[in-house]
């Protein structure tokens, strides 16, 4: 992200970095504090940022099999796109296991924490909030799906970022080990 800023307006790494993280705390992503506050085209910073090696994923048979025996319908709602989406969940064996995916384009390119977009994604998808489990690391995109009724599950990555916003009384469930935590709940 802070090399696409840095060639996109002639900035030094360092400050293209620095810019990044003001737009990420003022308005959720990077993408839409460049959106708002320079007009970018999203499908230009999109393809940018996520034009990465896949090469690092690998299956996970084990959260594939938990997926698996889990009642219910099963989402995605991110604030990246579909076809990075789908990218991950190819590379990690997951094909077949989600019914949707609500990107950050289903979404108007309003991302988390906005409820907007969380009442949107709760509409397009036909869910009921008071039966929904949202899993989530970063901490403050919880706040949402707990207003609305959602059962909320932290994932924590030790990033310091991922946990900013944190809240007890919005987080039902701390999974430092997604699949461990999942196999619990079987």
Do not use: C
């Amino acid at each position: 992200m802070g090399a696409f800023i840095a060639r996109r307006f002639g900035l030094s790494l360092e400050a293209a970095r620095n810019l990044q993280k003001s737009y990420f705390r003022t308005y959720g992503t990077t993408l839409r504090g460049l959106m708002t506050e320079h007009d970018i085209p999203p499908q230009d910073f999109l393809e940018y940022v996520h034009d990465i090696d896949f090469g690092v994923l690998s299956p996970d048979v084990r959260l594939k099999a938990v997926l698996e025996n889990l009642s219910g319908r099963k989402f995605i709602y991110t604030n990246a796109s579909r076809a990075y989406a789908d990218k991950v969940v190819a590379k990690i064996g997951l094909d077949g296991i989600f019914e949707d995916i609500f990107d950050i384009e289903s979404a108007n390119y309003l991302p988390k924490p906005h409820e907007q977009s969380y009442h949107r994604m709760v509409e397009d998808m036909g869910l009921d909030p008071k039966k929904t489990v949202m899993v989530e690391d970063m901490a403050q995109n919880l706040a949402p799906a707990s207003k609305m009724g959602m059962t909320t599950v932290w994932v924590p990555t030790g990033q310091k970022w991922t946990a900013t916003g944190h809240r007890p009384e919005y987080i039902d469930h701390t999974a430092p080990d997604l699949t461990e935590w999942l196999e619990s709940q079987l």
